[in-house]
């Protein structure tokens, strides 16, 4: 629906068009009445579509500003909220946001570019993560349980310490580049997988503040044996 900008735009770009067409239809006549009036509804008509194309213009960056100022309000609001269950973006984008340590069970992120996001330290349970592109993403410290990661983009994503177990990791795209550590959780039977040939081993201490051999992580259910120290 036109607002009352765009609404005031329409009509002078139909009325300029009007004097145009007087203006052709007058300057055929070679009376020169006639051509003075073409001349002068043409000048008029060349006015009357600037003005149109400037009112447009205005009603074009008012609504910019206008969408920018909602986008702005919805991700404050994410941002003040700590459990998020069941969130779904819909037509929002979602690169580069923050969930960091949010409750974000059962949400749907399916097909979503979350290219850089920040999701570490997150309740990540049985979200729905299918054809997502998770390159960059920090999901250091989460959990993923029953999370559904079919025919995701993983490639450098942060994995340090994730909790992969019982998730379904169907079809992964890539772990290229991604960031992983001796207690990342594995789902059953995934260590021989050939795109952990790609993964960053990174060392880590363990409580005591000693260092722990350096491994890919673990598979589910042997995630909850500590591992061994170098």
Not at 53 to 66: D, F, P
Request: include cysteine; aromatic fraction near 6%; proline fraction near 3%.
């Amino acid at each position: 629906m036109l607002n009352g900008l765009a609404f005031a735009a329409v009509v002078v770009l139909a009325l300029g068009l009007v004097l145009l067409v007087f203006a052709f239809m007058s300057t055929r006549n070679e009376k020169d009445g006639h051509v003075l009036r073409g001349q002068t509804y043409g000048m008029l008509g060349a006015v009357l579509l600037a003005a149109a194309g400037v009112t447009i213009a205005i009603s074009s960056l008012q609504r910019t500003a206008q969408d920018a100022q909602k986008e702005t309000a919805w991700r404050d609001s994410l941002a003040a909220a700590s459990r998020l269950t069941g969130f779904d973006p819909g037509r929002h984008p979602v690169r580069n946001m923050t969930f960091s340590g949010k409750d974000l069970r059962d949400a749907q992120f399916n097909g979503k570019d979350l290219t850089g996001s920040y999701m570490n330290d997150a309740n990540l349970d049985a979200v729905n993560f299918t054809d997502a592109t998770l390159v960059n993403v920090n999901f250091q410290s989460s959990s993923l349980s029953h999370a559904v990661l079919r025919h995701a983009d993983l490639a450098g994503a942060n994995l340090k310490g994730v909790t992969l177990g019982k998730a379904d990791v169907t079809g992964l795209v890539s772990l290229k580049g991604a960031l992983v550590d001796a207690y990342t959780c594995w789902p059953a039977h995934f260590l021989g997988n050939p795109l952990l040939k790609e993964v960053v081993v990174q060392k880590v201490l363990n409580q005591n503040g000693k260092p722990v051999l350096p491994s890919a992580g673990k598979e589910w259910p042997s995630c909850n044996k500590k591992p061994s120290g170098g």
